[in-house]
């Protein structure tokens, strides 16, 4: 009888081991979240509303994390190789003294991870100092994002050094097993341009996927102050090459930073949409759209947009010489 209860006790601690050695899975073999995309790109909700209310909430977040993702999942799936994603909500703009360095590493770590359920060999890349001597530095907006990155929670399936690697943006840092790249917020400086190591890479790296997360690719002045002039059509040549996978930008009156007025929304392969922002009656706030676009929109489109003026129309002549024209 002993012999027997010891048997059971022994067969059932074997089952339970056995459940939960199934239920923990490597990283390429768990539900990619990519096969989510296609029966949720339908169910698209609307912007979230109250984004100049900081902090975000986790829900907030986590929409933006999602909208980003579906996005890019679809473009790479479509082939597409050199994108860029470009979200300007205030937590997420350098520009604000908002701006959080931890939403954007979460929103890295969610599109890598998903990445690397897919089974795809990830490479995070973060771009090093840059400059020599006294000149040597960083942009304030990247200071300690590697260290962030190396130490941040990349789940408990061992991604991270096997689907996940963390690196440094340049063509040294492509290796043959690496599947695709996502470059994390690459900015030029004063008198340094990234645009040169950016090339490098994507060059090494072919036909694989190149991701950029918040670029800023704009010419700067040389340490002396005077605009970088030779090879600069080759550089922005090469910034436009990236097309956009995903855009959002809040609109503000220009010069300031609130009311939010509306938005600018683009998720691949859809067009860009425009919404303004309306008060409710019961105190709240929606966004409703305004127009649509197959490119991006100029400032000009936007305001025209917002005045309900015609699309495609001829500009009207302003000051004197609109008056004269009038006349005559």
């Known amino acids: 009888m002993v012999f027997a209860d010891i048997e059971s006790l022994l067969s059932q601690a074997k089952r339970e081991k056995m459940k939960k050695t199934t239920a923990v899975k490597p990283v390429h073999e768990r539900k990619s979240r990519s096969n989510q995309v296609s029966s949720s790109q339908d169910n698209w909700k609307g912007i979230p509303t109250r984004l100049n209310n900081i902090p975000h909430s986790r829900e907030i977040r986590n929409y933006f994390y999602d909208d980003v993702l579906q996005a890019t999942q679809r473009a790479v799936n479509d082939g597409r190789t050199r994108l860029k994603v470009e979200i300007n909500i205030p937590e997420l703009n350098p520009e604000m003294d908002v701006y959080r360095i931890g939403t954007l590493m979460e929103l890295v770590r969610v599109i890598a991870l998903s990445f690397a359920d897919d089974g795809k060999r990830v490479k995070v890349c973060v771009q090093g100092s840059m400059g020599e001597g006294a000149l040597a530095g960083m942009p304030l907006q990247l200071a300690g ?56 890479m994507t060059d090494a790296a072919g036909t694989r996927p190149v991701i950029l997360i918040n670029p800023r690719l704009k010419d700067l002045p040389g340490s002396s102050g005077i605009m970088q002039t030779m090879g600069r059509d080759k550089r922005l040549e090469y910034a436009a090459s990236f097309e956009n996978c995903y855009f959002f930008r809040l609109l503000y009156y220009a010069g300031t930073q609130y009311p939010i007025m509306g938005a600018l929304r683009m998720t691949y392969p859809n067009g860009y949409e425009l919404y303004k922002r309306v008060d409710v009656p019961s105190g709240g706030e929606k966004y409703v759209i305004l127009s649509t676009f197959t490119e991006k929109p100029s400032s000009d489109d936007i305001n025209d947009a917002f005045l309900g003026k015609p699309r495609n129309r001829e500009k009207k002549a302003s000051g004197f010489w609109g008056f004269l024209s009038s006349v005559f």
């Open 145 to 200: 994002t590697r260290k962030i990155l190396e130490f941040m929670d990349w789940g408990d399936y061992g991604a991270k050094g096997t689907f996940v690697e963390i690196g440094s943006i340049g063509a040294n840092e492509v290796d043959e097993q690496d599947d695709m790249f996502i470059l994390v917020a690459p900015q030029n400086a004063v008198g340094n341009c990234i645009i040169d190591d950016m090339k490098a």
